[in-house]
């Protein structure tokens, strides 16, 4: 017994290196006694000589494995199946030859997440592709209640496949490129950008959180609710302020994210900025917050004008001396130029010469 558990311990090593040809020849050897089973479980890990060799794309090796039965739907110790482990790592033809034998695209590890998760997570467009192609589930949910989509705005970049501890530099142009790559294709292939997890982060809260400009771009082009608050009170601006990411801070003002949300302890977005940076940007924030007057007070008080310019109240036209006096400035709120309609400059015109001056 203990010979046999010797040699499928060698075979199950072998798949873990790689050598094809000196598994073929095992098998091959082994047709008359048949004492190698292609399924063997190792003990710690729960793994098999197919688990381990997707894990280290050795696709010539999957081929071997799947020529000679081995199953598919074995899973790990943390119940990930093969199909899992070529999508974490980016092993697109072995995911192509699991789904050609019948892997599930849309089984479940103990935490609930998919393939198609594992692939947006570790940031393998190719993969992603075969999967959708192959039906995988785009509003599938994690324990945590995130879909694909929140596992890409938290990606921290692709693995090294050299170690399964290191993970690429995450920090570059092309990263983040590719993560809007994939943003696009899973949007056009249906996933929610509004959908919220079970702390209430939408797709946008995670991109600000993890600093992922790229991808917040495309969700925000995508129509995203850019305003919606989490269990705490906050929204992306805030996680993109707190977590110091000044080009996320940037375009999430540009794009219109209101800036007077308060959190359910009443801190504003700008409270939370740290670096000199990201303070120089928020500082125009502040500014404006401390004007208490919306374009809709704007309008009430210059129809009210309209009607009858002599009746305004003392707190009206000092609301309106406010205005005019931003008036030239940047709408830090909608990126655009404060320029009132033509009949809001007659209104002001004819104040002009009365009660503002």
Known sequence: MGNIDSRNERFYNLCGLGKAHLIEKMLENDRAVNTINVNWVAFETQSTPLLIASANGHDLVVEVLLRNNAKIAIKDARDATALHHAAQRGYTEIAKKLLHAGSDVNARDKLGWTPLMKACYFCNPDIILTLLEAGADIDAETEQGRTALH???????????????????????????????????????????????????????????????????????????????????????????????????????????????????????????????????????????????????????????????????????????????????????????????????????????????
């Open 151 to 357: 596992e890409l705005c938290r990606s921290r970049g692709r693995l090294n496949t050299s170690s399964s501890l290191s993970l690429v530099n995450n920090g570059g142009a092309d990263n983040e490129a590719t993560l809007a790559e994939i943003a696009c294709m899973l949007i056009e292939a249906g996933a929610d950008v509004n959908k919220t997890d079970h702390d209430h982060f939408t797709p946008l809260m995670h991109a600000a959180f993890h600093n992922h400009p790229g991808v917040a771009l495309v969700l925000l082009e995508s129509n995203c609710a850019m305003n919606k608050t989490d269990k705490q009170g906050w929204t992306a601006l805030h996680w993109g302020i707190d977590r110091d990411h000044s080009e996320i801070v940037q375009l999430l003002i540009d794009k219109g994210a209101r800036t007077d949300i308060l959190s359910h302890r009443g801190d504003s977005a700008a409270s939370r900025a740290k670096s000199i940076r990201v303070k120089d940007i928020v500082k125009h924030i502040k500014r404006y917050s401390t004007l208490s007057l919306s374009l809709t007070d704007v309008n009430n008080i210059l129809h009210h004008a309209n009607s009858s310019p002599s009746s305004l109240s003392p707190t009206e036209i000092e609301k309106l001396k406010k205005f005019t006096s931003s008036m030239s400035m940047t709408n830090v709120e909608n990126s655009k130029p404060l320029l009132p309609a033509p009949s809001t400059v007659s209104a002001l015109r004819a104040l002009s010469s009365t009660d503002i001056q």
